[in-house]
């Protein structure tokens, strides 16, 4: 087996201008003989060296320091050096210097015998006759750190011979400096808007990677630098995008974080080598761990998505345990003893909706089975033929298939949900109580609101890897998982408070188009059932209440 290839640090610079058309930037096309990236367009930049973290260097940044630099970039320390790296890079490769003289001003380079000497003290630097804190010394001139703002961050996939995590910054170019190419690693600059730039790709006159690309993307939304500046400094998500290689039905695909599959693929394909798939095909057999596989039932559609999951634990000679056997379809039952190879000796079901218990009956018939869950308080829209042999209590540990089962009651989107935590791989699977790819169904009585945000937040306290969700792929980063989704519930919630206090009263039907503006109308009728559950839990809390009929008024804080 390979070594796996260590990403090692870079930073990029996206230097921009306003321009009467709009803005732009500066593109960079760099040599056929570079190793990495020959013949692309390119923004001015390299890998972090050691001397980019030079005390001395730091000294001189302004505006900037490193525990302020580590905090935007989410890392302990080192920050700095990678504004610092952004700014070398780009006077080595463009020939552009973000520093400030000894006003305050960016440094001007102008006249023939001041860009000569600036050429020849860059030169110097690239070749490392000089330090940048020594060119700095000399002019007299620190750092304009604070010029710079932190755009994206992007990492070479795995599987790639040279792999980069590279920070991409964006900065406003200095508008008494005329930009150079190097003539070395760089034959070609252009100032380009980033819709040209794009155009030019689609037609194969420049070669762009992809997280050019996508910053070029990014950039083309604005008009002006100070727009661009505005956007890269404001709090928001910064996940490390990371492309990742897969195989869908009709070959390769190539998968970015926010894409279902990303996590899964992640974590089946370390080695980025595209054998894993990107898609859900129901009845197919997926090996997640050594001893986890899934099968998809074939019930798609609009509340169960690819369909409902259906987990194996074990193997021949520890025995298999089933997780939410499913749908009662007998060609599901059918695939899965044939995925099982080995006993079937437990059945457990996260939870009693027609989606995911009620296969647990022809399973126990024909295996023998013993069956773990609990019966909902309420029978309204759940499986009646559901008898668990053993009822789960909450933190239970139930030892089966070689390895341990912590069940977690998780009630809300149904009374009786848990999720079971496979301790040895930090697996859980959480049945409904987190879905992939939508908030899931809260409808009263059995389902409860106040039940499902307690639920969602007790889970915090479980050491967790990944998620096996009951529809949809694995998923990880619990924590942020399940922050979204409370955030997004407090944004409904807010909505509804607003809705019926602008009201004064109204009933659910009266709140739905309101409250759910953003969801087709052909979904109103469920959406009801969750607005009725916002209502219960804020009736709960004292902040609305139930007058005549069926209207409902806030009450004033």
Not at 26 to 47: N, Q
Not at 53 to 62: G, K, S
Not at 214 to 240: C, G, I, N, S, W
Not at 437 to 454: E, K
Request: aromatic share 6%; hydrophobic share 45%; with cysteine.
């Amino acid at each position: 087996m390979s070594t796996p290839v260590v990403p090692r640090p870079a930073a990029t610079l996206a230097l921009l201008r306003d321009r009467e058309h709009g803005l732009e930037v500066l593109m960079m096309r760099r040599t056929h003989l570079a190793e990495f990236a020959s013949g692309a367009y390119v923004f001015p930049g390299g890998a972090v060296d050691e001397s980019d973290h030079d005390a001395a260097l730091a000294a001189l940044a302004r505006g900037t320091d490193d525990p302020h630099a580590s905090r935007v970039l989410g890392m302990p320390r080192g920050g700095l050096a990678y504004w610092i790296a952004a700014i070398r890079e780009c006077c080595e490769e463009a020939g552009l210097l973000l520093a400030y003289d000894e006003t305050g001003e960016l440094v001007a380079i102008e006249g023939e015998s001041r860009r000569a000497e600036f050429t020849k003290q860059r030169r110097a630097l690239a070749q490392g006759l000089i330090s940048l804190a020594d060119l700095l010394r000399e002019q007299r001139l620190t750092l304009a750190t604070d010029a710079l703002a932190y755009l994206s961050r992007w990492i070479t996939q795995a599987g790639r011979p040279r792999r980069f995590d590279t920070r991409f910054f964006v900065a406003r170019a200095p508008a008494r400096q005329q930009s150079e190419h190097d003539g070395t690693e760089l034959l070609h600059h252009a100032w380009l808007t980033p819709e040209e730039a794009l155009a030019r790709n689609a037609r194969g006159e420049v070669n762009l990677l992809f997280p050019t690309i996508k910053t070029l993307q990014t950039l083309a939304r604005f008009h002006t630098v100070d727009e661009v500046l505005a956007y890269a400094r404001a709090d928001r998500p910064m996940p490390a995008m990371m492309p990742r290689a897969a195989t869908g039905r009709e070959g390769p695909v190539t998968l970015f974080w926010g894409d279902y599959a990303y996590a899964e693929v992640g974590k089946l394909d370390p080695d980025g080598k595209g054998t894993a798939r990107c898609e859900i095909v129901p009845g197919e057999v997926v090996r997640l761990s050594p001893r986890v596989r899934r099968v998809t039932a074939p019930n798609p559609g609009m509340m169960t998505g690819p369909g409902t999951n259906t987990y194996l634990l074990g193997d021949a000679s520890t025995g298999i345990a089933v997780i939410d056997p499913g749908p009662a379809i007998d060609a599901h039952v059918d695939a899965i003893v044939a995925a099982a190879g080995g006993p079937i000796r437990w059945i457990f079901c996260t939870h009693t909706h027609i989606d995911h218990s009620p296969a647990a009956v022809t399973l126990k018939s024909r295996t023998g089975a013993m069956t773990f869950g609990m019966l909902a308080l309420h029978a309204e829209r759940q499986d009646a033929t559901f008898h668990p042999d053993a009822r789960l209590a909450h933190a239970e540990r139930i030892a089966v298939a070689g390895c341990t089962l912590k069940a977690l009651h998780t009630p809300g989107h149904a009374s009786n949900q848990f999720c079971f935590l496979l301790e040895e791989e930090r697996l859980l699977f959480t049945g409904d109580h987190i879905m992939q790819g939508s908030t899931v169904i809260i409808n009263p009585p059995d389902g409860d609101m106040r039940a499902y945000f307690a639920s969602l937040e007790a889970l915090l306290a479980e050491d967790v890897a990944h998620i096996a969700p009951g529809h949809g792929f694995l998923m990880d980063k619990l924590p942020e998982v399940v922050e979204r989704l409370i955030i997004h519930r407090r944004d409904r919630e807010n909505k509804v408070l607003h809705a019926l206090r602008a009201a004064a009263t109204a009933t659910v039907e009266e709140l739905v188009p309101e409250v759910y503006d953003d969801a087709p109308a052909r979904r109103h009728g469920i959406a009801a059932r969750s607005l009725l559950a916002h209502l219960l839990k804020l009736e709960g809390e004292g902040r609305a209440r139930q007058i005549a009929g069926e209207r409902w008024t806030a009450i004033a804080p």
